[in-house]
């Protein structure tokens, strides 16, 4: 069986030349034959290339992420040799990852508080105050020290930040409580 080694796009690396080449624009500033716009202007030319190289490095690290997305939540089976999927996996799976969604539902439940005064957000508050004891399991689960599966992590982010959530559905009544079930579910490994 082949092995094959991760090569990701990464933002720093890939603006790190360019940026080394403002710094050395810079030097033209020692030199006094040299008119001071030249360097910064060289600079500033460089280093707005080091700006657009680390967004399409962004950008493509965000097409890797969907695509091993898709994969995870598609699959019936994957392949667990694929170095894609156990990085993805183990990124979704992350504490990191898993605070930063517990800090969503938290935020999430703040905004359906009854004391706090209605927004325009399309939120079904009512529908979220009445699912309470899920969410309070979601919550309890995302702080676990157990194991989650990428699969899980997905629908819980899907859930919370989607704007095509049942969160923000005019049927979250009945849908919320279903798709808890399924987050909470999937979650399991």
């Not at 500033?29 to 008119?35: I, K, Q, S, T, V």
């Not at 992420?65 to 898709?70: F, I, L």
């Not at 020290?145 to 819980?156: F, I, Q, S, W, Y």
Request: glycine share 4%; hydrophobic share 50%.
């Amino acid at each position: 069986m082949a092995t094959y080694e991760l090569h990701l796009p990464r933002a720093g690396r890939a603006a790190a030349p360019f940026l080394a080449l403002a710094v050395a624009a810079l030097l033209f500033e020692a030199d006094p034959r040299l008119p001071w716009l030249v360097g910064v202007c060289t600079a500033a030319v460089f280093a707005a290339a080091a700006g657009i190289r680390a967004a399409v490095a962004r950008h493509e690290l965000a097409v890797v992420r969907d695509g091993a997305d898709r994969l995870i939540l598609n699959a019936a089976r994957h392949d667990d040799s694929s170095p894609l999927l156990a990085w993805r996996e183990a990124e979704l799976t992350s504490p990191r990852e898993r605070q930063r969604l517990r800090r969503d539902l938290a935020r999430m439940l703040r905004t359906a508080d009854p004391a706090r005064m209605p927004s325009a957000s399309p939120l079904q508050r009512p529908a979220v105050r009445a699912n309470a004891a899920l969410f309070e399991r979601l919550d309890e689960r995302l702080a676990d020290e157990r194991p989650v599966t990428a699969k899980g992590m997905l629908l819980a982010e899907s859930l919370l930040e989607s704007p095509a959530s049942p969160l923000y559905n005019e049927d979250a009544d009945t849908l919320v409580p279903r798709a808890l079930s399924r987050v909470l579910g999937a979650l399991e490994p």
